[in-house]
């Protein structure tokens, strides 16, 4: 299905020439010479953006915005001025419009502003259908994913809940697979029994048998009570074993003949008890390499590796690292009572480009330091750890800042720099502006309008 335009200006031959040059790029292109008459036509067909000039006779383009926001403020505006008016396009995106293109502006601007905008759009209807349906299953909410890979882990989740068998996760660390094993819990006939974890690299080695399966009073030095264990606690219900790589020899094999017998004695007692849980187990390690060394029983891991799932590093899905980032935003910004609406380009490309060899778990604290720390609405790249910053290759420019006994004209010099810069970041992205400005970490409207002052700008505008 065709994207739908809507054009609203009062100008005929702009009008007619947007129409023209939209259809070309084959989106099915509705006009008005009214903000009324846009309106009506918004509210008899929906449109997947709106182009609107901003002085209009009548309903302006500013009044326009307001009331198709009211209807769905999740659909792109572009604002369009004939006016060089800063005011004007500062208060068009107040009221809500994605950007805005002054007269003239030149075609290709125009159709990457238009691209940027129904991709924003996009993602943003994608992650809110996906937060949307996870919610109402009641499990996927705080897993945030749209690339290939998490989608067939959520699909696979759904297909081995239900059932009873054991599952292993591995994975790097954070890179969530205690959320896995809690999306497995809230979609299985348990998901309203309890869900216990069991940290097997928190507790000593000698108080790990004790934590897991409980002790009789006076069964050691300290044991001044009869305690149940967290298997106990789990019964009906699931018990997670994060990082069961750890678990010593020792406790392997009572371990191993729990999840056989689904029976175990506590610390102490000669009392058996039998229990019903399900086991999900989770692992940095792996396992095949512990077995060669000895340090990980060949049957525990046979009994623990019934259903395996594979939850891949960050590095692995980078097409995730937008959403996670806005969901993290929004997260701490709801937490410290902040309103970060945005992350600079600057920020987003640093952010992407970063390996994150600690996964989700390092960008979570990452997000969180910048939010804590962000004084502005946008959350700014100053804000971002050193080695970050470092390995995203954007540097200061250098060079030599010493000035000559007769002085230096201080306008020319940063003109000259500035081309330098541009110029090479216009190389390296092979003429391609939207990303010489990301690369520069300036908008696109700034990148433009530097290249007009500096006489770099080509001769295709719009008048």
Not at 421 to 443: H, K
């Amino acid at each position: 299905m065709a994207v739908r335009l809507l054009v609203v200006d009062d100008e005929p031959s702009m009008r007619e020439f947007l129409e023209i040059l939209l259809s070309q790029e084959g989106y099915q292109v509705s006009t008005a010479a009214t903000g009324e008459e846009g309106f009506k036509i918004y509210r008899s067909q929906e449109h997947d953006l709106i182009l609107t000039d901003v002085k209009m006779p009548g309903m302006s383009g500013l009044d326009l915005i307001r009331e198709i926001h009211s209807l769905d403020p999740s659909v792109p505006i572009i604002a369009v001025t004939a006016y060089a008016s800063a005011d004007d396009a500062i208060r068009a995106v107040r009221e809500g419009a994605y950007d805005y293109l002054s007269k003239p502006f030149q075609v290709e601007d125009l159709r990457i502003i238009i691209r940027n905008a129904l991709e924003t759009s996009r993602l943003r209807k994608e992650n809110q259908e996906l937060k949307r349906s996870i919610q109402g299953r009641g499990s996927f909410a705080n897993i945030v994913g749209k690339s290939p890979q998490m989608q067939e882990i959520f699909n696979f989740v759904e297909k081995v809940a239900p059932s009873k068998a054991g599952v292993l996760i591995i994975g790097e660390s954070g890179t969530g697979k205690e959320l896995i094993a809690k999306a497995i819990h809230c979609h299985s006939p348990r998901r309203n029994k309890p869900f216990i974890t069991i940290n097997c690299t928190a507790i000593p080695e000698n108080l790990l048998e004790s934590e897991m399966f409980g002790h009789q009073r006076g069964s050691f030095t300290g044991a001044i009570a009869n305690k149940a264990g967290l298997v106990e606690t789990a019964h009906t219900g699931t018990l997670f074993l994060d990082e069961v790589g750890e678990i010593p020899l020792s406790i392997q094999a009572k371990l191993l003949r729990f999840l056989q017998e689904h029976e175990f004695r506590r610390v102490g007692s000669t009392d058996e008890k039998k229990i019903d849980v399900r086991i999900i187990a989770a692992t940095n390690k792996k396992l095949e390499k512990e077995l060669e060394k000895g340090t990980f029983r060949e049957d525990l891991y046979y009994r623990l590796n019934v259903i395996r799932i594979h939850v891949p590093p960050l590095r692995e899905r980078e097409e995730d690292i937008p959403l996670l980032i806005d969901h993290f935003v929004k997260k701490f910004s709801a937490e410290q009572g902040k309103k970060i609406q945005k992350v600079s380009s600057l920020a987003m490309r640093v952010l992407c480009n970063y390996n994150f060899p600690g996964n989700v778990r390092e960008l979570e604290n990452v997000i969180e330091r910048c939010v804590t720390l962000e004084p502005s609405d946008q959350l700014t790249a100053e804000n971002l750890p050193a080695k970050l910053t470092e390995s995203s290759g954007v540097s200061a420019p250098s060079g030599d800042l010493d000035i000559p006994p007769d002085g230096i004209d201080l306008d020319r010099a940063l003109d000259n720099m500035e081309r330098k810069l541009i110029t090479r970041a216009m190389e390296i992205t092979g003429g391609n502006r939207s990303r010489a400005a990301r690369l520069l970490g300036i908008s696109f409207r700034s990148l433009r309008y530097r290249l007009v002052k500096l006489g770099m700008e080509s001769d295709d505008i719009v008048q």
